[in-house]
């Protein structure tokens, strides 16, 4: 069994992000956990005017469990950092939380956003650099694994059947971005859908030919819609996502395989872009 671990950054990410993909793996019966690294106090209040930024917290809390309950997550797991801060935070601290969690869940597959957050918002790019950070200590941990199994089968002369059944259980992880393709960028910005500028750059998204992997959601649009709505203080977001009647991030998600094991992975001119994780 498949299991997925999604690293971001707020209550909603993961439903803008990836909620599409989360609702098609979890209904094949894969785990899919996810750690968050704030509970959004610093987000839109939307009609909780009144509320102070933790008492937010505490709502898109609970909005971020029940949408992970539709979209069939697993486990949630929040590391209790301020909204709005991350890029601020000792180096190395996230990091070590965001390893541990790894070698305690154990994933095949990782998914955090690619390094300019999509958005922009500087959050989500302190979150990319950290779980790739995290990561790569991981993979190395697999792929030490991996040889000293090899080591052990010789020393004991072990056939090579035994060998390669040993080697098999050991993971490869792979470590993915989720990205918006600049083609997808540019038709939301026309449709005036998402601002031309976020968090003072402009919105351009990822260069289409950089991305490797696009995931069919059509079949999980109405579970991402409602999850979607199950963040009711982000209610002004989801409503401008939702409005176009023609939205892509309906119908696909988006995706960089950054990392196979150890080894980088570079999106070449003559690969295919592959329809699964």
Not at 2 to 27: M, N, Q, R, W
Not at 182 to 197: C, F, G, H
Not at 227 to 246: E, G, N, P, Y
């Amino acid at each position: 069994m498949k299991t997925l671990l999604l690293v971001l950054a707020h209550p909603d990410d993961e439903s803008f992000a990836c909620g599409g993909t989360i609702a098609k793996y979890a209904e094949r019966g894969c785990l899919v956990h996810l750690i968050c690294a704030t509970r959004g106090e610093a987000g839109s209040f939307g009609s909780y005017k009144d509320l102070s930024g933790e008492e937010l917290g505490d709502i898109r809390q609970k909005e971020l469990e029940t949408s992970g309950t539709m979209l069939g997550i697993t486990s949630v797991t929040f590391l209790g950092y301020k909204d709005g801060v991350l890029a601020g935070q000792h180096s190395g601290e996230l990091e070590d939380k965001i390893y541990r969690q790894m070698t305690v869940i154990s994933p095949d597959v990782v998914i955090t956003f690619e390094p300019n957050g999509i958005s922009n918002h500087p959050d989500h790019s302190k979150i990319c650099l950290s779980t790739t950070f995290a990561f790569q200590k991981y993979a190395a941990d697999m792929d030490s694994l991996k040889n000293g199994a090899a080591k052990l089968g010789q020393r004991a002369k072990k056939s090579f059947e035994q060998v390669s059944s040993e080697h098999e259980q050991i993971k490869e992880p792979k470590l993915y971005y989720a990205c918006m393709p600049e083609s997808v960028a540019a038709y939301l910005k026309k449709q005036k859908n998402i601002p031309a500028e976020s968090f003072g750059k402009s919105w351009i998204g990822i260069s289409d030919k950089f991305v490797t992997t696009v995931i069919d959601i059509d079949k999980y649009r109405t579970e991402k819609m409602k999850a979607l709505k199950a963040h009711v203080s982000q209610q002004i977001d989801v409503d401008r996502f939702l409005s176009l009647s023609t939205q892509p991030l309906l119908r696909q998600e988006y995706f960089i395989l950054h990392m196979q094991g150890i080894h980088e992975v570079f999106m070449g001119r003559n690969d295919r872009v592959a329809h699964r994780l």
